[in-house]
């Protein structure tokens, strides 16, 4: 497996409440993104990073924001978060946005 | 709007069966992208490519770029098989995959 963790794994909070999400990978690859899994759904895109400081908008990013200043760490933050963002957060990771992308084992997020 | 569609959304299969699951995209792609996620489990990448046909041990994948059509054939199914199968596609004009909603399959002994 590539080497991508996430943490929390796991993580209950409550409406309102700031909540950070972090992803590291220890592959060197230049791309990071973020997305999240509902039910219902496919996989929806929330940020990206193309390298270091580099980050860009997916499909899904309203009251969401990341941040990238390490090649291996990519972060996203829930600045104040609702029950519509209980969900399944993946982290994923690829050399260039045309490879394959290399998924991290997700983090459960419930927002009461 | 859903750029890219799998079928079934469902399937049950006894072991040993010839098992396909379709998916059909809307775009003009520069690549398509098979994925497993089991029960609770992370996400594993099968196969990527953007022409012909891939072989992987009881997996196949092909694609028809004209057609906007990929399969993902399972041969000789196991329980082990049962899983979510996930397509997603690169689109031409930008850098973010597409994903379908997946294929859940439930192979039984």
């Known amino acids: 497996d590539a080497g991508i963790t996430q943490s929390p794994r796991h993580k209950v909070t409550e409406t309102g409440t700031p909540v950070t999400l972090r992803c590291h990978q220890t592959?060197?690859?230049?791309?990071m993104y973020w997305y999240r899994q509902d039910p219902g759904h496919g996989l929806r895109l929330i940020h990206y990073?193309?390298?270091?400081?580099?980050?860009d908008k997916g499909e899904v990013s309203d009251g969401y924001s990341v941040s990238r200043s390490k090649t291996e760490d990519f972060l996203l933050t829930l600045e104040s978060a609702t029950s519509s963002q209980t969900s399944v957060y993946f982290c994923?990771?690829?050399?260039?946005?045309?490879?394959?992308?290399?998924f991290g084992p997700g983090t459960r997020l419930t927002v009461l | 709007k859903n750029e890219v569609e799998q079928s079934p959304q469902n399937l049950t299969a006894q072991e040993g069966e010839f098992i396909t699951i379709n998916c059909s995209y809307s775009?003009?792609?520069?690549?398509l992208h098979w994925l497993q996620q089991h029960p609770g489990g992370g996400i594993v990448s099968l196969f990527m490519?953007?022409?012909g046909k891939k072989k992987h041990g009881r997996l196949i994948a092909t694609i028809n770029i004209q057609e906007k059509h990929s399969s993902l054939h399972i041969t000789a199914s196991h329980p082990r098989d049962s899983a979510v199968y996930i397509c997603?596609?690169?689109?031409?004009?930008?850098?973010?995959?597409?994903f379908g909603t997946g294929t859940s399959l439930t192979v039984i002994p």
């Open positions: 490519l953007s022409s």
């Open positions: 994923a990771i690829s050399e260039s946005s045309f490879d394959e992308q290399f």
């Open positions: 997603a596609v690169i689109p031409n004009t930008g850098n973010q995959f597409y």
């Open positions: 775009v003009g792609i520069s690549a």
């Open positions: 990073s193309y390298g270091v400081k580099d980050t």
């Open positions: 592959e060197n690859h230049r791309y």
